[in-house]
């Protein structure tokens, strides 16, 4: 039986690593994590997206270079840090609801090979809670078990599903994006938010049913 979710903790060790975003990882907690097709967001979008939230932060005094950034972001205000999310964050999962791309998710059984292997390792290496295949995008909330970092586990559930999708595409090549995004959950009460965000999904981006894979955990596990 793996343990229940557990929350950031100012308290624990953390370690922070940045490339285009930034990655919190700390032993046994909960994620919020999006991963992406490769040809989910065009890189004048992507390059955009990225100049405004260094100007976000800049505007703020915060150096948008700097590891600890999001670090900074959390000691401003709370209307501040707010305003963040409601701009610069949810900009960022709009345009993967834009749905860009081929979408090739949009098939079932290619969703499908997603949800199996997101349920492969479950109770094992993980939690896993409410995840959604969206025709360009996967959100999943997770809880992970001390041991196992969340940089290494979306590589390995993107190695794996991006093999069988390609296999049965009759493609080689890229099939993610490399870099996920990954936040660690505060709060129960940020947690049900996100199980909410994850469920209002589909119809934000305007997809009818069989479109979109959904999985709701039902808490009993």
């Given amino acids: 039986m793996v343990a229940p979710f557990e929350y950031f903790d100012l308290d624990d060790d953390l370690e922070i690593t940045q490339q285009h975003l930034p990655h919190w990882d700390q032993p046994g907690k909960t994620y919020f994590v999006t991963f992406r097709t490769a040809d989910s967001m065009p890189a004048d979008v992507l390059r955009q997206w ?3 939230r260094r100007d976000w932060l800049s505007r703020h005094h915060i150096n948008p270079d700097r590891e600890d950034w999001e670090d900074r972001l959390a000691q401003l205000p709370e209307r501040f840090q707010r305003q963040f999310h409601e701009t610069i ?41 409410d995840f959604i295949v969206m025709p360009n995008h996967v959100h999943l909330l997770v809880g992970l078990v001390p041991g196992i970092k969340i940089k290494a586990q979306c590589r390995s559930w993107k190695r794996y599903t991006a093999g069988e999708i390609n296999k049965k595409l009759g493609r080689r090549g890229r099939f993610w994006q490399v870099e996920s995004f990954d936040h660690i959950v505060r709060s129960p009460d940020q947690f049900e938010r996100l199980r909410r965000y994850i469920a209002s999904n589909p119809q934000k981006a305007g997809l009818r049913e069989g479109e979109y894979l959904l999985y709701r955990f039902d808490g009993a596990r």
């Fill in 89 to 129: 964050s949810r900009e960022y999962h709009r345009h993967l609801d834009d749905c860009h791309g081929e979408c090739v998710l949009r098939q079932p059984d290619l969703a499908k090979s997603v949800a199996d292997s997101l349920h492969f390792f479950d109770a094992e290496r993980y939690r896993l809670g």
């Fill in 50 to 52: 990225h100049q405004r």
